[in-house]
């Protein structure tokens, strides 16, 4: 059973590695014509545009991203220090001095 799975998967494999790629095969007949090849040009240029306006706005998140997280531990200490000063405020109100009632 095993054997016959291996070599099902052996000769699938094969079938897959040895298929002809006409990607990039100087001989292909549909390319042959100058418009063929300036209309394939054109195509890659626009997915070269489009990969490389992909990964700006990629970048661009993730710097944002970083951006963020390296603000966070500032952020947060301006964040305690505003709490511990509505804190002292509202100690100083319920002790009697009333001017720090309006926070």
């Known amino acids: 059973m095993k054997l016959k799975l291996f070599a099902g998967a052996l000769a699938l494999g094969c079938a ?9 095969d ?3 007949p549909t390319m042959r014509s100058a418009t063929a090849r300036a209309r394939d040009k054109a195509i890659i240029r626009q997915l ?25 531990p500032s ?10 000063e509505w804190r002292r ?3 100083m109100c319920e002790s009697g001095h009333h001017e720090f009632c309006a926070r």
């Open 26 to 28: 100087p001989n292909d």
């Open 16 to 24: 897959t590695v040895s298929s002809i790629a006409y990607a990039d």
């Open 89 to 91: 405020a509202v100690r």
């Open 75 to 84: 952020r947060q200490a301006a964040h305690e220090r505003r709490m511990a």
């Open 48 to 72: 070269n545009l489009d990969q490389a306006a992909y990964v700006r706005a990629r970048d661009a998140r993730q710097a944002a991203g970083w951006r963020a997280y390296k603000a966070y």
